[in-house]
T-cell receptor, first 110, second 111 residues
Framework: KAGVTQTPRYLIKTRGQQVTLSCSPISGHRSVSWYQQTPGQGLQFLFEYFSETQRNKGNFPGRFSGRQFSNSRSEMNVSTLELGDSALYLC?????????FGPGTRLTVL | QKEVEQNSGPLSVPEGAIASLNCTYSDRGSQSFFWYRQYSGKSPELIMFIYSNGDKEDGRFTAQLNKASQYVSLLIRDSQPSDSATYLCAVITGTASKLTFGTGTRLQVTL
């Protein structure tokens, strides 16, 4: 089976812009979670989607949003980018309680 | 108190030795426990998960869980230089699928 894919792998944006990241889970997995990883805060949960519905949400501002499509692919969007949004954004494909991470998208905000 | 605590290290062990990585968690309702390995610049890779008290072995890796002490550990036998990485402990509490991570322990295996 192919693993989790994330696009793009690297992204450079400027403050105030918005960005959309994409994730395709492992084939057959219907649930996707998103995490943000920074040196200061470590890995933090953003949200989880199952069957196109947001099932859980972490403690992030409303600028962070996501959605899931009928084919289980998911996107997350960050609007009005801030310097502090620079991070590695990780998507995880869920198989029951076990989560498998994709390669991540490295976002740099200038 | 942090929900999941790990010593940041670095933990330095010689090649061939046993590396012992420890993790404590604060919520007694935590039910599932995971160890991930993360190489610099890469994403976390699942090594093991454990749900029940006791030991679980997979090759050179053994996960140990003690719910009464709210403690989970990872033992790596016959440590190799390729094991040098950051090891992340993560827990799931309740019915949600949210993983709560520790800050990770950096392991260095020396020749």
């Amino acid at each position: 089976k192919a693993g989790v894919t994330q696009t793009p792998r690297y992204l450079i944006k400027t403050r105030g812009q918005q960005v959309t990241l994409s994730c395709s889970p492992i084939s057959g997995h219907r649930s996707v979670s998103w995490y943000q990883q920074t040196p200061g805060q470590g890995l933090q949960f953003l949200f989880e989607y199952f069957s196109e519905t947001q099932r859980n949400k972490g403690n992030f501002p409303g600028r962070f949003s996501g959605r899931q499509f009928s084919n289980s692919r998911s996107e997350m969007n960050v609007s009005t980018l801030e310097l502090g949004d620079s991070a590695l954004y990780l998507c995880a494909s869920l198989d029951g309680g076990t989560q498998y991470f994709g390669p991540g998208t490295r976002l740099t905000v200038l | 108190q942090k929900e999941v605590e790990q010593n940041s290290g670095p933990l330095s062990v010689p090649e061939g030795a046993i590396a012992s990585l420890n993790c404590t968690y604060s919520d007694r309702g935590s039910q599932s426990f995971f160890w991930y390995r993360q190489y610099s610049g890469k994403s976390p890779e699942l090594i093991m998960f454990i749900y029940s008290n006791g030991d679980k072995e997979d090759g050179r890796f053994t996960a140990q869980l003690n719910k009464a002490s709210q403690y989970v550990s990872l033992l790596i036998r016959d440590s190799q230089p390729s094991d040098s990485a950051t090891y992340l402990c993560a827990v799931i509490t309740g019915t949600a699928s949210k993983l709560t991570f520790g800050t990770g322990t950096r392991l260095q295996v020396t020749l």
